[in-house]
């Protein structure tokens, strides 16, 4: 048999249904001979519902999982360790029970991994979907679409709107180890964000995927506070590898993308849903962002400007963000499937 090289790893709680889809897709690129370098891990939380039966059903229909039910709910960072500690191979997949790889992206992985010896970072990009991930999938592009780097800070600057999300990065554990990490699963929210930017400024080339090859599902997250962990708690984290290949020009190149692209969706959610939150989001913003210009004149407004006026600044960021982020064949395909033209 051939040797394993990537390990498919899944947290997950009480998500039966949404972990069935994400196994059925898995079954289908892995019935062949594709299943010699890939193993599927699945750490469940101790869930109530009928989680271990699912996984049993999959066991018997040939899918091989190495299943992990942990007597306890251990809280989701250090089930995200679980994963990564227990996984057989240097290459990590953490995928989320409710988001999906579609197609042929194990196939590309297992190639790029094969060709690329010391790749330390392999980013797929992902899409949003509603109800069907097939029918949702933006419109393939017929070119080139693996980008490889050799600059571990231009390609962070690459990744940065998409990193965050958890089934997007397969790391390179190699040389960071499965546990260096093990001590902040008790606390941080983003743990797999050590692994991935401990990998990317570990190895000496990276790559991006520029199609769409996983599908997360849409507003299905846990409550939190937004600002608490994307603002606050994410800098923290890019600034404690400043010692470690984290250049102040790359940091500052990656905010200003971020509050040009990224955070000004959020902030209208905060200011329309989650008004009480929104002071909590200010100050968390002004001590990250203090000055930025990004920040002051283009993100800050929609917070602080009376609702109406904001609501309409924030459409407009919104959209030229999204241009800017080169979303906007996204955007153009969600309204075309609104209008359910074809």
């Known amino acids: 048999m051939n ?26 690129q892995l019935d062949g001979p594709l299943s010699d370098f890939v193993n599927v891990l699945v750490s469940d939380n101790c869930s109530t519902d009928n989680t271990a039966k699912i996984i049993d059903q999959f066991m018997s229909s040939g899918l091989d999982i190495q299943y992990i039910r942990n007597e306890s709910n251990l809280g989701w960072g250090r089930n995200f360790q679980q994963c990564i500690s227990e996984a057989e191979t240097d290459h990590v997949l953490l995928l989320s029970d409710d988001d999906v790889l579609v197609d042929d992206s194990i196939s590309r992985v297992i190639d790029l991994i094969q060709k690329h010896k010391d790749v330390g970072v392999i980013c797929l990009k992902p899409y949003g979907f509603d109800n069907d991930f097939d029918i949702e999938r933006p419109n393939r592009r017929n070119r080139e679409t693996i980008e490889t780097w050799v600059d571990a800070g231009k390609f962070l600057e690459r990744i940065s709107l998409e990193f965050t999300l958890l089934s997007c990065c397969v790391i390179n554990t190699s040389r960071i180890g499965k546990t260096k990490y093990i ?32 599908a997360s599902k849409r507003n299905n997250s846990v409550n939190y506070e937004f600002s608490e962990i994307f603002v606050r708690e994410f800098w923290s984290i890019l600034d404690s590898f400043r010692t470690k290949g984290l250049t102040p020009e790359v940091r500052q190149r ?20 989650f008004k009480k939150d929104v002071l909590i989001c200010i100050e968390n913003c002004d001590k990250t962002f203090g000055s930025n210009k990004y920040y002051k004149f283009w993100a800050k407004p929609i917070l602080i400007w009376p609702s109406f006026i904001a609501q309409i600044w924030g459409l407009f960021v919104i959209l030229i963000g999204r241009i800017k982020g080169g979303e906007f064949e ?8 609104k209008l359910r033209i074809r």
């Open 254 to 273: 990656v905010q200003d993308k971020l509050l040009i692209t990224y955070y000004p969706f959020y902030f209208q959610d905060v200011r329309k849903n």
């Open 3 to 28: 040797k394993k090289l990537l390990t498919i790893s899944i947290p997950t709680w009480n998500r039966a249904e949404f972990l069935k889809v994400a196994l059925e897709e898995l079954r289908s």
């Open 330 to 337: 996204k955007l153009v395909w969600k309204i075309r499937l």
């Open 183 to 214: 001590e902040l699963s008790e606390t941080s929210n983003f743990l797999h964000l050590f692994y991935i930017l401990d990998s990317l400024f570990s190895h000496t080339e990276n790559i991006y995927i520029d199609e769409y090859l996983v």
